[in-house]
Nanobody, 124 residues
Framework: QVQVVESGGGLVQPGGSLRLSCAASGFTLDYYSIGWFRQAPGKEREGVSC????????EYADSVKGRFTISRDSAKNTVYLQMDNLKREDTAVYYCAADSLLLRGCVPNMYDYWGQGIQVTVSS
């Protein structure tokens, strides 16, 4: 059974950092495209950062470029999202998702397997 579970969210002050983890079970992350998405209240779910199943190349939303870094630890079967210089507008529920057929891309409806989501709140 394919499962992804997010962890590492919480409350952080503006300018602070958090690292989200996406632990996979039932499949090998290296062979899937993995994405981080977020949804703020009243807004649509949007792609934050995704990593390709083909070559592990990352892509980022313009709003997080230079601040967020996606990475993959094959030994731990886990994908991370390092979030630095957080801003209030980064507040949202963050989701990890996986797909075996997608070669690359960061659009939510491209992904089949979703975690439950985890809250990230940036506030002073």
């Amino acid at each position: 059974q394919v499962q992804v579970v997010e962890s590492g969210g919480g409350l952080v002050q503006p300018g602070g950092s958090l690292r989200l983890s996406c632990a996979a079970s039932g499949f090998t992350l290296d062979y899937y495209s993995i994405g981080w998405f977020r949804q703020a209240p009243g807004k649509e779910r949007e792609g934050v950062s995704c990593i390709s199943s083909v070559d592990g190349s990352p892509e980022y939303a313009d709003s997080v470029k230079g601040r967020f870094t996606i990475s993959r630890d094959s030994a731990k079967n886990t994908v991370y999202l390092q979030m630095d210089n957080l801003k209030r507008e980064d507040t949202a529920v963050y989701y990890c998702a996986a797909d075996s057929l997608l070669l690359r891309g960061c659009v939510p409806n491209m992904y089949d397997y979703w975690g439950q989501g985890i809250q990230v709140t940036v506030s002073s």
